[in-house]
């Protein structure tokens, strides 16, 4: 079990540090307290996970005194989230949210806080300034640091007109151009994962309008991920969702998977069997 505490200043970025970790497969947990760590970490264990962290800020003050003992027992790694006074203040006014000290005084507060974690910080093994980060600078950081590979996911996704667009869709690819196997009795009946209907589909004289869709994916699904997404959803769409998307997606599926790791599920594949 890979165990992690991610901690530091209310402001400094823990949420969307705990987002990233969510990405990379860390099963993250808000503010439990340490007495508990042991037992979470005993039950995520007997269920296969292998990465888990704690998130803790302000609000577990109050637990502090069982986390020396947590610490020293349990060995975690403890990355530590700060920012200047002046750029907390900003994204709280930003944020308009309470400060968990909230006493009424943000800067004050601010400077509890800071004092409040100060042992914490110092046994980290990450201390992370995010006042210059950007939130992909974070995630690289954080990508460095533990040594993990960076997840994304092409997520190619076959649908038909007919029954609406899929909302999750990043990309839309429209490969109604293609022959539709719908008008071939033959066909009909089959699906664009039959080695037949493939066949039909893919004439030489649309090869040229697939490899531009084949680009386009590509090049989308490469932006994404220099972005720092975690996935990105491409939707290859024809009239019924079950002859022209279906197979246009799995023969991008299998052109893309050298580049991304791709996931690819027929929406509407069964509607008209």
């Known amino acids: 079990m890979r165990f992690l505490v991610l901690t530091g200043l209310s402001g400094a970025g823990k949420t969307t540090a705990k987002g990233f970790l ?8 808000d503010n439990l307290p340490p007495s508990l760590w042991k037992s979470l970490l005993e039950g995520l264990a007997a269920r296969g996970i292998v990465r888990a962290g704690v998130v803790l800020d ?13 610490l020293a027992a349990l060995r975690p790694v403890v990355v530590f989230l700060e920012a200047r006074p002046e750029v907390l203040l ?7 949210r309470l400060h968990p000290l ?37 995630k690289e950081a954080l990508v460095r640091f533990l040594g993990e590979e960076a997840g994304f996911t092409l997520r190619l996704l076959s649908f038909g007109f007919k029954w609406g667009p899929p909302p999750e869709a990043d990309l839309v690819l429209d490969v109604r151009p293609f022959p ?27 090869e040229a309008y697939y490899r531009a869709l084949l680009t386009v ?9 220099a972005e720092g997404r975690a996935f990105y959803t491409v939707a290859v769409g024809c009239t019924g969702g079950r002859h022209r998307s279906v197979a246009v997606a799995e023969r991008l599926a299998e052109e893309l998977s050298g580049r991304f790791r791709v996931e690819v599920t027929h929406r509407d594949v069964a509607k008209e069997a």
């Open 90 to 96: 900003r994204r709280y006014n930003l944020t308009r």
């Open 58 to 70: 302000a609000r577990a003050l109050p637990f502090f005194a069982e986390l020396e003992e947590a």
């Open 217 to 225: 994916a590509g090049l989308a699904a490469e932006g994404a991920k």
């Open 22 to 29: 969510e990405d990379l497969g860390y099963f993250m947990v």
């Open 102 to 138: 909230g006493a009424g005084n943000l800067m004050r507060e601010i400077e509890e806080e800071r004092k409040a974690l100060g042992n914490l910080r110092a046994q980290a093994h990450l201390v992370l300034d995010t006042s210059e980060l950007s939130p992909r600078a974070l």
């Open 180 to 206: 539709n196997p719908h008008y071939e009795p033959a066909l009909k009946p089959k699906s664009g994962l039959d080695p037949e209907v493939k066949a039909y589909v893919f004439r030489e004289d649309l």
